[in-house]
């Protein structure tokens, strides 16, 4: 059985989050800072490059688990074998996702900054690093699927039937990892059955909205949680209010007058008090 060798470059993003803050703020004047509208664009700038460094960390974390695991693969028993195999598909998959993830945000970022009447001309260098460093990074994962398929007979076989899995297990995983989100006005929401109108006594208690006590989540859309790491919105952060119940700090909403981002900084403690995200966007 031939062993495999995984070597990967390292790209060090440490401190470009941090970098840019500082070229950014450098290149703001003091009364310049004082402007709201400006301020906000730099600081909806900040969380997008935050969450790009977080991803490219978090693959960097993945290639190095998917080279421990594919290290000593001799001498190992057909249970090990198949559960190495399905950790680095996993492992793989995370890094595909992460690295689709980090582009849309780029491109977003690169965007919304040239867009902008507070353009930081900085920060566009530091994005085209920043192409540059996942263009790598892209690269390596290329030659990091292609050494896993170089594995030993079991580990093959195991990768051919990873997307093939049995159809129980994959209704499972399915179910556990799907999430739903809709969007819409109020009357839109109402219409479809999410929201349900209330009376003028529970507004004296300064509700607003309320969800139906049941819905058809065939309406929302579907999300896989481990995947799903930002949406995007065309619609202004302030016409956006989210509904239902979501852990404080595992998540964050940036944009401008234009379109919002939600963040999701902790999928599992995000969707843990409720599969269904629901937004009103008000006008």
């Given amino acids: 059985m031939d062993s495999m060798a995984v070597r990967i470059s390292r790209i060090r993003v440490t401190g470009v989050v941090f970098f840019a803050f500082l070229l950014i703020l450098s290149s703001c004047s003091p009364e310049q800072k004082k402007l709201d509208p400006q301020q906000e664009h730099v600081e909806s700038m900040m969380a997008i490059l935050a969450q790009v ?7 960097q974390q993945k290639e190095a688990v998917v080279e421990r695991l594919s290290s000593g693969i001799e001498g190992r028993d057909t249970t090990d074998v198949e559960k190495i195999g399905k950790d680095i598909m996993a492992s793989i998959r995370f890094i595909d996702s992460s690295l689709v993830a980090s582009k849309k945000l780029i491109r977003k970022l690169e965007e919304e900054n040239k867009s902008s009447s507070y353009r930081v001309e900085s920060l566009d260098r530091l994005v085209s690093e ?13 030659a990091l699927k292609g050494n896993v398929q170089k594995l030993n007979t079991q580990i093959s076989s195991l990768i051919a039937t990873v997307d093939v899995l049995d159809e129980f297990i994959q209704d499972q995983e399915i179910q556990l990892y799907t999430a739903y989100y809709i969007t819409g006005s109020f009357n839109e929401l109402v219409a479809k059955g999410i929201l349900v109108r209330i009376n003028p006594l529970e507004k004296l208690f300064g509700s607003e909205y309320r969800l139906a006590s049941d819905f058809n989540v065939k309406l929302f859309k579907k999300v896989d949680i ?9 619609m202004p952060l302030k016409s956006l209010k989210i509904i239902t119940p979501h852990t404080v700090g595992s998540y ?3 944009g401008g007058k234009s379109s919002s981002l939600l963040l999701i900084r902790d999928e599992n403690a995000f969707w843990q008090k409720s599969r269904c995200l629901v937004i009103v966007i008000e006008e």
């Fill in 53 to 59: 460094q977080k991803n490219l960390g978090r693959i």
């Fill in 130 to 142: 920043l192409k540059i460093a996942i263009n790598t990074k892209d690269k390596e994962v290329n």
């Fill in 226 to 234: 481990t995947e799903t790491r930002d949406l995007f919105f065309n």
């Fill in 252 to 254: 964050e909403l940036v």
